[in-house]
């Protein structure tokens, strides 16, 4: 039996925003009701010496902590850039508001994960008891015991910078489709690697990176809808002659 066409048309249009709604309580079970999180990291803890080998590493601290972080920076740095340059060159005017949309996403969706993980009770897992912290391991549901100070350690801030690159997924969707696909996926796998570096280091457990995706993703699609990186008359001019998109058409 086919869906009414009124909530197939709903679903086209809030997908985005629909989604990860459906995915949340998903989510929130798989890693309250089991131990996926202690599973992920235990191969980076060292029992014998009651903490994770990898926390100094210079090659996690140096490349993938500040090096990915950096380069995240300049792609953020290079669409400022690519903003100012509207100003000199007519052709890239017009992609000012879908420049300043991805500014704008980036600079939104990573702050809301500044300030939740700024109130949040969770601990990182170099601080939980069992991994030779001080805290004990906590879902995020529950509240810490009595005495035990805040961890501030969820969401996963290093992997909301990765997962920020989605933004030119939804800035191009409507234009460059190929291009965005391509920019989702480079979005996702940043977030993941900058998330599974962190873990290695003992720094966040993987539902911190994933629930960080996840605000990520909400953050941005809610901005999509009501703030759209171009306007509607932008979306029915048809594709530039000679480019993939017009190919396609």
């Known amino acids: 039996m086919l869906p009414p066409p009124f909530a197939t048309a709903a679903w086209h249009r ?27 990291i235990a191969p980076f803890y060292d029992a014998h010496a009651h903490g994770f080998p990898l926390r100094d590493s210079a090659l996690l601290q140096n490349l993938m902590h500040f090096g ?22 007519p052709q890239w005017g017009r992609e000012r508001r879908r420049l300043l949309w991805i500014l704008a996403a980036m600079a939104l969706s990573t702050t809301l994960v500044s300030m939740l993980k700024t109130g949040s009770a969770m601990h990182c897992p170099w601080d939980v008891a069992e991994y030779g912290g001080y805290a004990p391991f906590h879902h995020l549901f529950e509240r810490p015991p009595a005495g035990i ?73 809610l901005q999509y809808h009501f703030f759209p990186p171009v306007s509607l008359a932008a979306v029915m001019q048809p594709p530039l002659p000679g480019s993939r998109d017009a190919a396609a058409a």
């Open 68 to 89: 990915l972080k950096l380069a995240v920076v300049m792609v953020a740095a290079g669409v400022g850039g690519a903003v100012l340059l509207g100003f000199i060159l």
């Open 14 to 40: 809030y997908w985005r925003i629909l989604l990860p709604l459906l995915l949340a309580p998903f989510i929130a079970a798989l890693f309250e009701f089991t131990t996926l999180d202690q599973a992920l």
């Open 149 to 221: 100070a805040p961890g501030h350690c969820f969401p996963g801030g290093h992997a909301s910078g990765g997962f920020s690159l989605m933004a030119f997924y939804f800035a191009w969707r409507d234009r460059h489709t190929g291009r965005a696909r391509m920019a989702l996926a480079a979005g996702w796998a940043m977030g993941m690697l900058m998330g599974w570096s962190q873990m290695m280091r003992g720094a966040h457990f993987m539902s911190h990176n994933i629930w960080s995706a996840w605000l990520v993703w909400t953050a941005m699609a």
